[in-house]
């Protein structure tokens, strides 16, 4: 048996996070992960190149049933902190839109910050080494893997939620929640794209790859202005991996095809300008082409010379590409989804300690709890935050 104060379950970035976090105090901090190297989900993100912070970050970018709940552990630790760590080591990185830091390089440099302050933390990263169960005892708790057996003061859950199976994503977290009397939320896949049913899927075939800035808004009027994509399978980009979050199964999105430029608007300046020319000729100056031919194909709008539109067509028009519906299929699920949503109830633990309030000495960080931020580096924020914020507890 090996005892170390403090060990943790899972090489990701909440439980790297916390583990340097932990060793820099004096602890001894074993981390054990079943995949082959730490970080798998870092590495794959951002197209490899890891959004790794939102610069924007705060409490109202997280979806929890307990909305405060974030509040602490971002406040204590910001993304600004985070950016400071990362320019000691001398990361190279860039700013895209709203705040999202991306690296120049490859995601591969974050791992490798995180490994190297965990090695000047004096902590023990094990890997290739699956959890087979968790026990309570009178000086701690005993986690039993495959090979070994360690006892510890203070177990930190850092394994994270469903997505992405191929990586190794396993449910144990939750299972350990539920062992010891924490209250699990039902998650499911979000950051994810859509799928479409038969009718849309023959619609809009052959549309693959094309981008459109829009406006996309849920049932319950939550709304991103981003751009959307189309898929084999249905609808992607920006926009829809955000709505999905806050989307539920039979709902359908409203989609604004054209928010900067009112149709009604663009049909008078297009009247004065070019009214012998096609509908479908102007539409194409503001939309793609294939997207206008696949509406004239289905008959969804109809082409015309402008200046033979009438006003109840102008009113269609806008009805129709201002709140164009669509009601998906479902999702692409955990396969491609980036991150889960629910997981273990945020009013079981402690907001500033991340410690369980029924199980001392046993917390839960990342993923693997009721917190799930905006597409942009919201999630790995909220990981370095809530890492920090336990490595200091333990």
């Not at 197209?47 to 909305?67: D, I, K, M, V």
């Amino acid at each position: 048996m090996i005892f170390s104060d403090v060990v943790i379950i899972g090489a990701g970035a909440a439980g790297l996070m916390a583990a340097a976090t932990a060793g820099y105090r004096g602890r001894s901090v074993t981390v054990v992960d079943m995949g082959k190297k730490p970080g798998r989900k870092i590495l794959i993100s951002g197209g490899g190149r890891c959004n790794f912070t939102n610069e924007n970050a705060s409490p109202e970018n997280y979806l929890c049933q307990n909305p405060h709940f974030a509040k602490s552990a971002l406040s204590r630790y910001s993304a600004q902190d985070f950016i400071e760590l990362v320019d000691r080591h001398g990361l190279n990185y860039h700013h895209k839109t709203i705040g999202q830091l991306f690296c120049d390089n490859s995601a591969k440099d974050i791992v490798d910050i995180l490994m190297t302050e965990c090695e000047w933390a004096g902590v023990d990263v094990v890997m290739r080494s699956e959890v087979v169960s968790v026990n309570k005892n009178e000086t701690g708790y005993e986690v039993i893997t495959a090979d070994e057996s360690y006892q510890c003061e203070s177990l930190i859950i850092a394994s994270g939620g469903l997505t992405m199976p191929k990586l190794g994503a396993s449910p144990i977290g939750y299972k350990v929640a539920e062992q010891f009397g924490l209250k699990v939320l039902p998650t499911i896949a979000a950051l994810v794209p859509f799928t479409l049913h038969d009718h849309d899927k023959q619609k809009f075939d052959g549309l693959s790859g094309i981008s459109i800035a829009t406006e996309v808004s849920s049932e319950d009027g939550t709304k991103f202005k981003e751009n959307i994509l189309f898929t084999h399978r249905g609808l992607s980009g920006p926009a829809i991996l955000q709505i999905s979050s806050f989307w539920r199964s039979g709902q359908a999105v409203t989609i604004n095809l054209l928010p900067e430029s009112p149709i009604d608007k663009l049909i008078n300046e297009w009247r004065e300008s070019s009214g012998q020319k096609s509908l479908k000729n102007m539409l194409s100056t503001v939309l793609p082409k294939r997207f206008i031919e696949a509406l004239l194909k289905q008959k969804d709008i109809s082409d015309k010379a402008i200046n033979q539109i009438s006003n109840d067509e102008v009113t269609y028009l806008s009805q129709y590409l201002h709140h164009w519906q669509i009601k998906p299929n479902g999702t692409e699920g955990y396969r491609t989804a980036e991150v889960t949503l629910g997981g273990v109830d945020t009013d079981e633990i402690s907001s500033k300690t991340f410690e369980a309030k029924k199980a001392k000495g046993l917390f839960f960080i990342g993923e693997a709890i009721d917190v799930t931020g905006w597409l942009g580096g919201y999630n790995f924020q909220f990981a370095w935050s809530s890492g920090v914020a336990c490595g200091q507890a333990v």
